[in-house]
T-cell receptor, first 113, second 115 residues
Framework: AQSVTQLDSHVSVSEGTPVLLRCNYS??????LFWYVQHPNKGLQLLLK??????LVKGINGFEAEFKKSETSFHLTKPSAHMSDAAEYFC???????????FGTGTLLAVQP | EPEVTQTPSHQVTQMGQEVILRCVPI?????FYWYRQILGQKVEFLVS????????KSEIFDDQFSVERPDGSNFTLKIRSTKLEDSAMYFC?????????????FGPGTRLTVL
């Protein structure tokens, strides 16, 4: 069965500094991995997805993630945090016959001025 | 830009009452999903729906739950007799049917509170 583990429940960075949100996955076959973001009182928005093409995936708003099979990781990064990046971020793996999404526990990103 | 909508945004009900949560998926999408997030916990898959039938469901989705696409645009989740532990945020999602890795588009959620 597939699963994802988000290693940090809270991350706090200063505006303009790099962001690193960590995610490890478990899958018996080549996974489809996603990062979703949820701003307060908003729905879940897709940031980026990995579907066995390039291992470095670029998403919206300057975010990117690298699929590392040897480390079973799919960490999310951004070179320079912006105040508007403050939100909850979910690492997600797709699985099952209908590609249902299996969510991690989420990482709450705070951006300090 | 097309989006998934959900109504109501908040629903408060008494234990044992029936509730219906409504979703309008994106019009050309063919796969529909319900997820829920209990406060402080992870988002959990409930059910997927395709071609007017349930295609996959989780252990959570017991006989108290049902889904329906009554009119070709709405997609509803019914909880027949609510329990305190059904209090959660319920998200609807939809995706196109081409290929297996299309993005699921989520609605803003319905917060259900069972008293």
């Amino acid at each position: 069965a597939q699963s994802v583990t988000q290693l940090d429940s809270h991350v706090s960075v200063s505006e303009g500094t790099p962001v690193l949100l960590r995610c490890n996955y478990s899958s018996s076959y080549s996974p489809s991995l996603f990062w979703y973001v949820q701003h307060p009182n908003k729905g879940l928005q897709l940031l980026l997805k990995y579907t066995s093409a390039a291992t470095l995936v670029k998403g919206i708003n300057g975010f990117e993630a690298e699929f590392k099979k040897s480390e079973t990781s799919f960490h999310l990064t951004k070179p320079s945090a912006h105040m508007s990046d403050a939100a909850e971020y979910f690492c997600v793996v797709s699985g099952g016959a209908t590609n249902k999404l299996i969510f991690g526990t989420g990482t709450l990103l705070a951006v300090q001025p | 830009e097309p989006e998934v909508t959900q109504t109501p945004s908040h629903q408060v009900t008494q234990m044992g009452q029936e509730v219906i949560l409504r979703c309008v998926p994106i019009s050309n999408h063919l796969y529909f999903y319900w997820y829920r997030q209990i406060l402080g916990q992870k988002v959990e898959f409930l059910v997927s729906f395709y071609n007017n039938e349930i295609s996959e469901k989780s252990e959570i989705f017991d006989d108290q739950f049902s889904v329906e696409r009554p009119d070709g645009s709405n997609f509803t989740l019914k909880i027949r007799s609510t329990k305190l532990e059904d209090s959660a945020m319920y998200f609807c999602a939809s995706r196109e049917a081409r290929g297996g890795f299309n993005e699921q588009f989520f609605g803003p959620g319905t917060r259900l509170t069972v008293l």
